[in-house]
């Protein structure tokens, strides 16, 4: 089993969620006592959230650059930046270090069209729904993603920083998430992703009736089959 380097702690919330699937997976698969092999760094989210409401990309690179250097140093066969958002700085980390790392996006893509599914709804961070780059990256692999309007971003930024970040998830709150989500398929979306880690703690796959692609639980499998000896495409 190969050692998976994780940068995580954006927000620790979800890296949590990264460990208990990773883990759970090698149990399923392995049986009996095994567990994952991991090597985890975790950065302080305040600063780095300062870093990214003021526009400051590549002082959050430095550190991403650091972090990921410090896990293969430490014997990483791979890497995993356990957040979307950062994967902006995709590019960036990966060409900082000699082992793979593993995008998000394309799992997530390849999980899309494995369900037949071309055009998604996209719900992440302001940054992720905003800007370009995930949207971009998952045309590249042949699956288009809408995003709600202004009003809704707004919501959905309130509701990860606000509350999901710090460990709170409110019924209400999933409601108005849902109803976005709705909104999004009723625009023409066929499929929603998560594209916010964090919103896996509110969203299940169960709530709506066209798939859900749980961004954390995907990468988590991909991870899982590099790791365990299954072609993985990076």
Not at 17 to 37: F, I, K, P, T, W
Not at 61 to 76: D, K, N, P, T, Y
Not at 152 to 170: H, N, T, Y
Request: with cysteine; proline share 2%.
């Amino acid at each position: 089993m190969e050692l998976i380097g994780i940068i995580g702690g954006l927000s620790w919330e979800s890296t949590a969620e990264y460990l208990r699937l990773l883990n759970e997976g090698v149990r399923a698969r392995l049986g009996g006592l095994h567990s994952a092999r991991l090597r985890v760094a975790t950065v302080d989210f305040a600063p780095v959230a300062e870093m990214m409401a003021a526009g400051e990309w590549s002082r959050i690179s430095a550190v991403l650059i650091s972090e990921a250097q410090a896990l293969e140093a430490g014997g990483a066969s791979f890497v995993l930046l356990a957040t979307n958002t950062m994967h902006k700085l995709y590019d960036e980390v990966a060409a900082a270090v000699s082992v793979p790392v593993l995008h998000i996006c394309d799992v997530t893509a390849s999980a899309a069209l494995s369900a037949g599914v071309s055009r998604v709804g996209l719900l992440g961070t302001r940054y992720t729904m905003e800007q370009s780059f995930y949207r971009d990256r998952l045309a590249l692999r042949g699956v288009t993603a809408d995003v709600p309007g202004a009003a809704e971003q707004a919501v959905i930024q309130q509701i990860i920083f606000d509350e999901l970040c710090v460990g709170r998830v409110e019924a209400a709150s999933r409601d108005r998430l849902l109803d976005i989500c709705r909104s999004q398929v009723a625009g023409g979306a066929e499929g929603i992703v998560l594209g916010c880690t964090e919103l896996e703690l509110s969203v299940r796959p169960s709530d709506l009736d066209v798939p859900v692609f749980a961004t954390t639980a995907l990468h988590c499998v991909a991870a899982l089959d590099r790791a365990l000896g299954v072609a993985v495409d990076v």
